[in-house]
């Protein structure tokens, strides 16, 4: 009887709770910047000058006088990042199955009980282990390549230093992750609960399942055009954007097709003039 009145008086831990808390505010905002980081790389979309004007406006490069932009921005904007995805990486680990026994067990609950919502948890879990080694690759070379946001060599990573894989695998896994995260937020923390739980949750799950396909959409298409414009600009590796070299180009290629079409007018004269000879 003193022990279990000792035990009883005990004070429990906050440390859990908080624990969790930090969890989830990391979480949100790290899923609202993928959203937007989402949107901003889309931009590719619109044309690489588009592309790059977002990148030079994200490095305040209407501030500078040569235009150039202040990549350190981006160096503290991507530690930033880095920071909170590697202090939600570290929250989430402590719910993560640590041995192969756990995670038999949770499979069989999981088969058992075919619980969508659970699912959703066990997908998160997968993702997450694979975001903790792709996503650190992708945040470590924008971490000490600040001033590499640039349509072309943007490309030159995917095509000429073969990272469209990784990108792809993390793309994926991202949209998957970070979808799910906000609408287990919204679930846990009874946001937009409404008057009727269960009609709210369904709707909660519809609007995620749309916006994982939006993003995975922007994603994955911005991902091919990358890829194109990397295969084109294989010859000029490690070339900067510039409206200036664009415009140089065009009016070469229209001096090499202008060339082109008068000497095959030449030769379609030499040749009709053989023919009457």
């Given amino acids: 009887m003193d022990s279990y009145s000792i035990e009883s008086n005990k004070k429990k831990s906050r440390m859990p709770a908080r624990l969790d808390f930090a969890q989830s505010g990391t979480g949100l905002i790290l899923g609202i910047f993928m959203w937007a980081h989402m949107i901003l790389v889309g931009s590719i979309l619109l044309g690489k000058g588009a592309f790059n004007f977002v990148a030079k406006t994200m490095e305040l490069a209407f501030l500078s006088d040569t235009g150039h932009g202040f990549p350190v921005i981006v160096f503290f904007a991507v530690f930033i990042v880095f920071t909170l995805f590697i202090t939600h990486a570290l929250l989430g680990v402590r719910k993560f199955p640590i041995s192969w ?161 008068t000497v095959q007018g030449l030769e379609k004269m030499q040749s009709a003039d053989l023919i009457h000879q």
């Fill in 101 to 261: 026994k756990q995670h038999r067990i949770i499979r069989d609950q999981m088969q058992m009980m075919n619980h969508t919502d659970t699912n959703l948890w066990y997908i998160q879990v997968v993702t997450g282990f694979i975001m903790f080694f792709a996503g650190s690759v992708h945040l470590y070379i924008m971490l000490t390549n600040p001033g590499a946001i640039d349509p072309y060599l943007s490309a030159d990573r995917m095509v000429s230093y073969n990272m469209w894989p990784l990108y792809l695998i993390l793309l994926i896994c991202v949209e998957l992750h970070g979808t799910i995260g906000l609408y287990r937020l919204c679930m846990k923390w009874g946001w937009f609960a409404g008057k009727d739980p269960r009609k709210s949750r369904q709707t909660m799950k519809k609007m995620k399942n749309r916006a994982t396909i939006f993003f995975l959409t922007i994603g994955i298409l911005a991902l091919l055009v990358f890829i194109v414009i990397g295969i084109k600009h294989r010859d000029n590796v490690g070339e900067k954007y510039s409206k200036q070299n664009t415009v140089i180009k065009k009016i070469q290629s229209g001096e090499e097709f202008f060339a082109q079409n």
